[in-house]
């Protein structure tokens, strides 16, 4: 059987995200039942840009939020926590469960953002 190909972010990526969001959802702030929701999807089977599982476009999420961002996009793409193609998720600022909107670097650096 062929081993199947790794196409989601590295265990150090998501330690860097995980500590960059403080533990919780971005969205709710909630520290339960977390996963890692890519801004800009990968799309079907898998990435093809280098940046895709890079910190500015991953963020740390709750189940529930995750399922609320495809349920909702309008909302999601204004706040930042989904980002459309061709936009580059570096670009598009993120607004935080405390109201505050970042930028986000693919070093793992958030960065409180100028208003739009």
């Known amino acids: 059987m062929?081993?199947?190909r790794r196409t989601g972010p590295t265990n150090v990526v998501?330690?860097?995200?995980?500590?960059?969001?403080?533990?919780?959802?971005v969205r709710c702030?909630?520290?339960?039942?977390?996963?890692?929701h890519h801004r800009v999807n990968r799309g079907m089977g898998g990435a093809r840009e280098e940046w895709?599982?890079?910190a500015h476009n991953l963020?740390?999420?709750?189940?529930?939020?995750?399922?609320w961002f495809?349920?909702?996009?309008?909302?999601s793409?204004?706040?930042g926590w989904k980002v459309r193609r061709p936009q580059l998720p570096s670009k598009v600022p993120v607004r935080y469960a405390d109201g505050r909107e970042y930028q986000l670097t693919p070093d793992g650096v958030r960065a409180k953002?100028?208003?739009r």
């Open 113 to 115: 953002a100028v208003t």
């Open 2 to 4: 062929k081993a199947r």
């Open 29 to 36: 702030g909630t520290q339960n039942h977390l996963t890692i």
């Open 77 to 79: 793409y204004q706040a």
């Open 70 to 75: 495809e349920d909702n996009p309008r909302e």
């Open 59 to 67: 963020l740390l999420v709750c189940t529930v939020c995750n399922g």
């Open 14 to 25: 998501k330690a860097i995200v995980h500590d960059r969001d403080g533990g919780a959802c």
């Open 52 to 54: 895709i599982n890079q």
